[in-house]
């Protein structure tokens, strides 16, 4: 039976935010196409009165109607920056021009002036809202209601009143509305919106899901494991949004240009309104008009929004390819990284020992693997796993083992029937027989794998070799970073050997081994040293400190890890660092586009003031073309960063 609870009635809001913003966007908008039309429409009907029908009063009443209704938020925006944060601001300047032209006769243009204003100010907030959908998008993944299942019975609640431990039901094509672990159930899930994996990821019992994801085509129970307000896609949502308010250098010098631009082009236009009366006794009426055009083409809009507006635009786009950025500074440093330092374990590799060789010295490899495995699955080390997963998936029958001990630092022995066994390290064969086949290990040490031996009382009878996966996109990325004219250094804790083979065979220009936590942060350093720009790539536990001294510190896997969201100034969600060569990409484009937009800016605005003094701008022209117009195109440049895409990892070769 399936009831409503009172809680769920009447709650639209979105539980992670306390806003509605779909809502309140599509009314304030509503709202603002109304003024603008009855403001247009007043414009209009005054133009035609003045020009057409010389009502020249009665025009004037409508222009200051026009004026009133435009300008109202623009003049109270104007004010309340003066005021309130001794700041001259663009919409207190554009107020100065409009009852400067009032006051010498041009209320037509004082009108136009504000009315083309406010409808810039319209499209250039729809427009940097379009920018940052992504924030409202992901807050309207996950859905506001859960199906709980309490006292035998299903119950259709709001997701806040939902706690850890509750069970929650998740049928098919329905949307996951909280973090949990799967207890029942067997399905495949969309994680594009948190992770941007292309591919629906298979889940069974004890796989973690999240909240936001769509589950496809099987029935789920779900065992909630965070509240609404502590799920992976809250605080995607919130590091996203903070991450915004970080700014980069380039915006900070952007930020302290406007700051003493704007006085400074006061003081110009001042200037430029006196001096040719009071000193050359030219008309005051025309100077003033010129004034007011240069103060109004001069406003430093396009300019102040042309570097937050592409920063905004990179970092939702990455969040969208599953790549959390916590600031544009990061945004800019990237494209210029030098040198990426690897960990290995768990970033170049995946951290899974796997089986890669069996041989038989005495006997046959199936017998080998038979008795290791039998002895192995009494023991929880991690090659004991290796070995024992791969009996498994090779159906091997496992033999009963009696008397079995460990042999701490060296490895495990065991009675098989009649005879005893022994699984270790070259230091317990080493101990135990003369003979040891170490030439044989030796080439597959070299390959940087690491020999498990098999024997009995009588020597050693077999060896198996196991070792650390290499991830799937770490050749092909090595090989585009170097393409990029970036260097590659693997700094691992992992021996000599193991580390050449490994950095040999995906393509690491050099490495460094046998290295403690402290030992990767003086690695760094060095590097810093000679390459300026460094970004140092790990799991964001073991590597925190070599993270927080690189320029950019990149985790893997941040999906899985707490720890990887807070520590890290880049956060891949997902085990693929086949993202590294989309971040460069994003990055360098972010900074052309950034480029593009201020240059834009300067030349536009710095050729429209040229051509008032000899009175080819007007007003209005100065508003629709040097600050609408102008402003529009820094806004869409900026919004071409949304088709870079990250590609597939599996493409990646």
């Given amino acids: 039976m399936l009831k409503v609870t009172q809680s769920q009635k009447g709650m639209k809001s979105c539980p992670k935010c306390n806003i509605e913003p779909s809502e309140e966007i599509g009314n304030g908008r509503y709202d603002r196409i109304v003024l603008i039309a009855i403001s247009a429409m007043s414009l209009l009907v005054g133009l035609l009165f003045e020009f057409i029908l010389e009502r020249g009063m009665l025009a004037e009443s409508l222009f200051i109607v026009t004026t009133m209704i435009s300008g109202y938020e623009i003049a109270k925006a104007g004010f309340s920056s003066l005021l309130f944060r001794r700041k001259l601001s663009i919409d207190f300047l554009i107020i100065i021009a409009a009852v400067g032209s009032f006051l010498i006769g041009h209320g037509e243009e004082g009108a136009a002036v504000v009315f083309l204003f406010y409808i810039a100010e319209f499209l250039e907030d729809y427009a940097t809202e379009r920018a940052r959908r992504s924030i409202h998008f992901l807050m309207k993944l996950a859905p506001e209601t859960a199906i709980v299942r309490r006292g035998g019975r299903e119950e259709k609640v709001h997701v806040q009143d939902v706690s850890v431990g509750e069970v929650i039901v998740v049928r098919p094509w329905e949307k996951i509305p909280l973090d949990g672990v799967v207890i029942r159930g067997v399905s495949s899930v969309n994680q594009a919106p948190i992770t941007g994996e292309s591919v629906p990821v298979p889940k069974w019992e004890g796989d973690e899901v999240y909240a936001g994801t769509l589950n496809n085509e099987g029935f789920l129970e779900i065992k909630v494991t965070r509240r609404v307000d502590e799920t992976m896609l809250s605080k995607i949502i919130k590091l996203v949004e903070e991450a915004q308010k970080v700014k980069s250098p380039t915006e900070k010098f952007i930020d302290r240009f406007s700051r003493y631009y704007t006085p400074s082009i006061i003081l110009f236009a001042i200037s430029v309104a006196v001096i040719p009366t009071f000193l050359f006794g030219l008309p005051f009426n025309e100077w003033l008009y010129k004034a007011l055009v240069l103060l109004v083409v ?57 089986v890669t060789d069996i041989i038989g010295l005495t006997c046959s490899e199936e017998k080998v693997l038979t008795i290791a495995a039998s002895l192995e699955v009494l023991s929880e080390h991690p090659i004991a796993k290796a070995i024992t997963s791969y009996a498994k998936s090779k159906e091997v029958k496992l033999r009963e083992v009696t008397d079995f001990r460990a042999i701490p630092g060296k490895g495990i022995t065991g009675k098989i029937g009649n005879e005893v066994y022994y699984v270790g390290s070259r230091r317990l064969f080493g101990r135990l027989f003369s003979g040891f086949p170490g030439e044989k290990a030796e080439e597959l040490e070299k390959e940087g794998k690491t020999c498990v031996f098999i024997g009995s009382e009588k020597g050693v009878i077999g060896i198996i070799a196991v070792r650390d996966k290499i991830r799937e996109a770490a050749i092909g990325t090595i090989a585009e970073l170097t393409k990029d004219g970036i260097k590659t250094v693997m700094i691992t804790g992992d021996n000599e050997r ?62 899985g890890s707490d720890v990887s969201l807070e520590t890290a100034d880049i956060a891949l969600m997902q085990d693929d660092i086949s993202k590294l060569p989309y971040l460069i990409e994003l990055s360098r484009k972010t900074l052309e586009i950034v480029k593009e937009n201020v240059l834009a800016s300067i030349l536009i605005k710095g050729s429209f003031a040229i051509l008032t003094f000899p009175g080819l701008v007007t007003l209005w022209l100065a508003v629709a073309i040097g600050d609408m117009g102008l402003s529009l195109a820094v806004i869409l440049n900026a919004m071409r960063l949304s088709l870079i895409k990250a590609r597939n990892p599996k493409l990646v070769k």
């Fill in 498 to 559: 193991t580390a050449r083979a490994i950095a040999n065979e995906i393509g690491i220009d050099e490495y460094l081994s046998e290295l403690l936590p402290q030992d990767k942060v003086e690695a760094i350093e060095k590097l810093s040293k000679e390459y300026r720009h460094v970004a140092m790539v790990g799991d964001g536990v073991n590597d925190a400190p070599a993270l927080a001294k690189a320029n950019v510190g990149i985790a893997m896997g941040a999906i």
């Fill in 298 to 354: 001069s406003c430093p809009c396009a300019l102040a929004i042309s570097t937050p507006v592409a920063m905004v635009s990179a970092i939702t786009s990455a969040a969208r390819n599953g790549v959390l950025i916590k600031g544009s500074a990061y945004v800019e440093e990237i494209g210029k990284i030098r040198v990426f330092a690897f960990d290995k374990t768990g970033t170049l590799t995946e951290g899974k020992l796997e």
